[in-house]
């Protein structure tokens, strides 16, 4: 999590927390109607038109566990030249991971569906880049950062 002095953008996918790092992120929105892409992994939800341009939709509780999630929010994720959506349950905000090493943050890679992983190193390894870089941030330090956010 290095760079954005450790901010991160904080998003829950199912009972987990998930800290993505700042300079990979674009925007968030709502959902946009998806088009389902014949042939596609699973965990690809499909393409969305955003800002005028095709970006496909990763489902990101499929990347944890290997389930759909319900998500209310989509990130937009710079991977390389390109833009692609990861489709979370919520956005809570950005939080500092400042005071904690990131090396300690299992990262999401680690806890992800294999068969999703495989999937994913196969058809694009910048987007493998990106993810090796999102941490899952625990229930004691999610409280921790929630105490720190309302406190300041």
């Known amino acids: ?4 002095n450790g901010l991160s953008l904080l998003c829950r996918v199912d009972t987990r927390f998930c800290a993505l790092p700042l300079e990979s992120i ?16 699973d965990f690809v939800l499909g393409l969305s038109i ?10 990101a509780g499929r990347l944890l566990s290997g389930k759909p999630s319900t998500p209310t929010r989509v990130v937009m994720l710079k991977v390389g030249e390109r833009r692609i959506g990861l489709a979370v349950e919520a ?3 950005v939080r500092s991971l400042s005071s904690v090493n990131a090396g300690e943050l299992p990262p999401l890679i680690r806890t992800a569906d294999a068969d999703v992983l ?15 870089a999102v941490r899952i941030v625990t229930d004691e330090l999610f409280q921790s950062m929630e105490a ?5």
């Open 91 to 93: 956005v809570l905000g």
């Open 148 to 152: 720190e956010a309302l406190a300041s």
């Open 50 to 59: 955003v800002r005028g341009s095709a970006a496909p939709i990763v489902d």
């Open 118 to 132: 495989t999937a994913i190193g196969a058809l694009d390894a910048e987007l493998l880049v990106v993810l090796s």
């Open 1 to 4: 999590m290095e760079g954005d």
């Open 26 to 41: 674009v925007e968030t929105t709502r959902p946009l109607p998806v088009e389902r892409v014949s042939g596609s992994p």
